[in-house]
């Protein structure tokens, strides 16, 4: 992870305390601990533009800390440049703010284009890239930190009427109608592009993770319809993780045991937060559950203490929410096993198509021994007839013994409802690709009077196999020199490569294998078609991490290579250079890892040699180089000598 500056790490401390301090109050608030006076999400003054989530907790936790009146932020230029100020003294909340620049190509981490490229792709090209944040911290202050009241006072009044609290907005029946029509259909979205969510007896509000359902109690068991919200949010959140989803640690069951203890507590924590935030959307004020209230301490002392929880936070909230979002929107959440099934697909779809099976069909069909091919398909009940070359498919224009007619007839006697005619090759020729024959049967025959004659049938099994199946050797995922995470393919019978995959399939493969061991072979064939069918489309995506990366480097100088472990300086590399053995190096776990991988362990060896004594060789290399121009300056004096004395006897 990139080391944090000094400004972004006091920001973390200001959101830590202002985090920390709402939920210890919240034992002594019945519970409350975001927004309790009911304001509208946070905003910037006066334009209204909303906030990501993540920054719209603390906005409203610092208006919430400090009595604001409603959620509405300023920059300090812009409200310098309203004609106000901000007050004396007062301390702002700090914003997060991301600039994308730059975006990244998913597949090659190499690859970086400027925004101004990014935009001019078509919006197929722009799906193959993401955006590289850049993050600034800045600082915010409520319209009340700041003396609008006194330079503008209608347009404070104004601001909070549609933004306050209930207090100053106002809250009556109309607004409790517009409220259950806007979460019921919070609720068909949900259940739309989701998760079900349905009615249980038991009275207990859950979500099952083996059936991915929200079960929710009838309203009437709740106190307040605000707690059904709430709660019924909560459950939502919990379905984002989902193994096939986000798969937080929390949500996944590992071998048929429950998740950790300390996993568990911090799902917990994102539920609320992201339920929280959920409610600060609908202008809702949001409490902590009983048993979330048992768990406060746990969390603050985590916040303290764990370097790491805030980032956490940030991203696990974030992801919930966007998937929540998506399916706002209308977009259906796809377990990630059917959406990279379907991607898997459409990339097949672009692979040059093999004909093989074709090219062998059209070696059989002969018009003297009045032989045809016949190709069955007794699921869809269809039958392919491809007829010897000069043979015509036009009813009238008939071969003597391959009358059409009968062998349609044939056919269908046997059951089959659409025949068609083809010739081997032309513009009628026959020339599916291999694929094209799955489940299909293939056999050379003739037409015997009013049946037809089997006479061998073709074996095309093999042929399908390699159309629609890959198999792999090996399917790892290892990591480059740069610590960035790459999935090593070896497909049967070809060479190995890497291929940089999608944060997301990085994610899932390493949560899988951290908490349902029992999947992770499925994962990793399911990986490996997806990123195999894509190399095929785009060969530039494939990389090589086994090769030593160095240029002008003359590898033919190193001698001996041996790479070994030791108990006190981890493992080293020894080599033997121009018959000299400089001191061993270090060798990375991610080097030591991709060598066990590699196809020629000792070609690997040589060119790991070469990448960590690169210098040394470069030193010799300069040394052989000055020694050959000195030679050749000693002898230039010596040949122009020599030239002169044969000019002067040729004068």
Not at 384 to 408: C, F, H, Q, W, Y
Request: aromatic share 8%; net charge neutral; glycine share 6%.
């Amino acid at each position: 992870m990139k080391e944090k500056s000094p400004i972004e790490k006091n920001a973390e401390r200001k959101q830590i305390d202002l985090l920390s301090e709402a939920l210890n109050g919240a034992s002594n608030a019945n519970g409350y601990w975001l927004n309790a006076s009911g304001k509208g999400y946070p905003k910037f003054h006066p334009r209204g533009v909303s906030v990501s989530p993540f920054n719209a907790l603390f906005m409203a936790l610092h208006s919430d800390k400090n009595g604001c009146g409603s959620n509405l932020f300023i920059h300090y230029n812009e409200a310098k440049a309203m004609g106000m100020s901000v007050r004396e003294h007062e301390r702002g909340v700090p914003f997060l703010f991301y600039n994308w620049n730059r975006y990244v190509n998913r597949n090659n981490p190499e690859e970086i284009i400027s925004r101004t490229a990014y935009l001019g792709l078509d919006e197929q090209d722009r799906k193959h890239y993401k955006g590289v944040h850049n993050r600034e911290v800045r600082t915010l202050f409520n319209i009340d930190q700041t003396t609008l009241q006194d330079v503008d006072r209608p347009s404070y009044e104004a601001a909070l009427r549609q933004y306050g609290g209930v207090a100053e907005r106002g809250y009556t029946e109309a607004n409790n109608r517009k409220l259950h029509i806007r979460f019921n259909d919070f609720l068909l979205k949900m259940k739309d592009s989701l998760v079900p969510v349905r009615y249980d007896g038991s009275g207990m509000p859950h979500y099952e993770t083996d059936k991915d359902a929200v079960y929710m109690p009838r309203q009437r068991n709740f106190e307040h319809y605000h707690d059904y919200i709430q709660e019924t949010l909560r459950q939502i959140v919990s379905s984002t993780g989902h193994q096939q989803r986000l798969a937080r640690e929390g949500m996944v069951m590992k071998n048929g045991m429950a998740p950790s203890e300390d996993a568990l507590k911090q799902e917990r924590l994102i539920v609320e937060v992201a339920s929280g935030i959920k409610m600060l959307e609908l202008g809702l004020p949001a409490r902590l559950s009983e048993e979330s209230l048992k768990t406060v301490e746990y969390w603050n002392r985590e916040l303290q203490e764990n370097p790491l929880m805030m980032a956490a936070i940030e991203s696990d909230v974030n992801n919930a929410l966007e998937v929540i979002r998506k399916a706002e929107r209308g977009e259906k959440i796809e377990y990630a096993t059917i959406r990279n099934r379907r991607q898997t697909s459409d990339m097949r779809a672009e692979l040059p198509k093999h004909h093989a099976i074709a090219d062998e069909i059209a070696r059989h069909p002969d018009k003297d021994k009045k032989t045809i091919i016949v190709v069955r398909d007794n699921a869809a009940k269809t039958a392919d007839v491809v007829l010897p070359a000069g043979a015509s498919t036009e009813v009238d224009n008939e071969v003597p013994g391959m009358n059409k007619s009968r062998i349609e007839r044939a056919l269908r006697k046997e059951g089959f409802g659409q025949i068609r005619f083809f010739n081997p090759d032309g513009a009628l020729g026959f020339r599916p690709d291999d694929s094209y024959f799955s489940g299909k049967e293939v056999s050379l025959a003739r037409l015997k009077n009013w049946e037809i004659q089997e006479l061998s049938t073709l074996d095309v099994a093999p042929a399908v196999k390699q159309a629609c199946e890959v198999s792999f050797d090996r399917v790892q995922m290892i990591q480059d020199n740069k610590n960035r995470w790459a999935l090593y393919i070896k497909p049967e019978n070809e060479n190995g490569y890497s291929v940089y995959p999608d944060k997301e399939d990085v994610n899932r493969f390493f949560s899988t294998l951290k908490q349902a061991m029992n999947n992770i072979d499925k994962v990793r064939m399911e990986l490996a078609h997806k990123y195999y069918a894509l190399a095929e489309t785009k060969p530039d995506l494939k990389v090589d991490l086994f090769s030593c990366g160095e240029k002008d480097i003359d590898m033919s100088r190193i001698q001996r290579v041996s790479v070994f472990k030791t108990k006190q300086d981890g493992i080293l590399c020894a080599a033997t250079i121009d018959g000299r053995r400089p001191e061993p190096r270090s060798v990375t776990q991610q080097q030591w890892q991709r060598m066990w991988l590699a196809e020629d362990k000792d070609d690997y060896k040589l060119n790991l040699a070469a990448a960590l004594f690169a210098d040394v060789l470069r030193k010799g290399q300069a040394r052989d180089n000055s020694v050959e121009t000195a030679a050749s300056a000693e002898r230039q004096p010596e040949q122009s000598e020599q030239e002169e004395q044969k000019t002067g006897m040729k004068r």
